[in-house]
């Protein structure tokens, strides 16, 4: 009789920050949601969201608002995707790498969407709409983020969105930006710009900044995902690649002179814009070693090992006895005794 274990055990079993994530996103929207009920939604979108014309007075926002989801739509789909998600990536990464992926997805979308709207501002002076009449929260940004995240762990993988329609990771990013792109036209920039910002940073991140735990060439730690398939035109059209090649060299090669970007062990040796330690054989070696890693996991979270059954030794066959002997080969000694008699009665 198998026994259930008892929600806290459940809860313990969930990685850290995982954990703490969950359960913020959980008191802060119903904080929220109960401040809204009194009458104090104003004081809650000031203290609680990104509101652009008062952040400068509250900057703990441009984090703390990825907790806030004002609507039950929105709180339910964020509890469905990110908490599963963001468990994955901890088993996978671990707990620092995961707390920094988090907050440098959110947060600097989030100053991204600040001085965005500062920008359009001071191009219309229309402050009602762009300083406070858009508030940036929950975790649009962070969901894009992950999902750039799956497509350079596992891009071929395939899933099912809304239950029906089948699709690879590798294209889940674009179509949630082409849903972005679409909306800010129609005239929702808040939030959904916000999707797009995220995609970015999450991407710079990923493939430039993100400490590669484990992995070092000559004792020199590496970082990012420099391969060919994880490059930026990758997300394009081909029409678009030699365009934003001359781009995304120029910046590159800026960022480099200030000390922007951090620098590999491949990056020193080779002098070229590939993945640490160099190599094609290594960069599919990493990404063979982490989808073992997570397949490993993922088994001995689903199931506990089965008791070996003991195993007979081989049978040994049993030496010959020592008095034993081949009928053939006495019968061959008795011909020859025979023979040697009989040649020597020939000479007597």
Known sequence: MAVLSSPLILVQAIPPVTRGFTILTILSSGLYAWLWWKGLGAVAADYMTVVPGSALFHPWTLVTSMFVETTIFEFIASMIFVPASLKYLERLWGSIETLKFIVASVGVSNIIAFAFNWIEFVATKNADLFLYGMRYHGQMALQTAILVAFTQII?????????????????????????????????????????????????????????????????????????????????????????????????????????????????????????????????????????????DQRLANSSSPAPASPSLPPRATPPAASGSANPSSMERQKSNDTDSSEKRSDKR
Not at 271 to 292: F, I, N
């Open 155 to 295: 891009p071929e993988h395939q899933v099912q969105v809304f239950g029906f329609i089948k699709t690879r990771v590798k294209t889940l990013p674009m179509a949630y930006l082409t849903l972005s792109t679409v909306l800010c036209f129609v005239g929702f920039q808040c939030p959904w710009i916000i999707i797009q910002f995220g995609w970015f940073v999450g991407w710079i991140y990923l493939r430039f900044y993100k400490k590669n735990s484990g992995e070092s060439a000559g004792g020199v730690d590496t970082y990012g995902d420099r391969s060919e398939t994880f490059s930026l035109i990758s997300w394009f059209p081909p029409f678009l690649h030699k365009p934003l090649t001359l781009l995304g060299n120029f910046v590159f090669n800026l960022a480099t002179r200030f000390h922007l970007i951090p620098t590999s062990a491949g990056d020193v040796e080779l002098g070229s814009y590939t993945q640490v330690p160099g190599t094609a054989r290594a960069e599919a070696e990493r990404r063979r070693a982490l989808a073992l890693k997570a397949l």
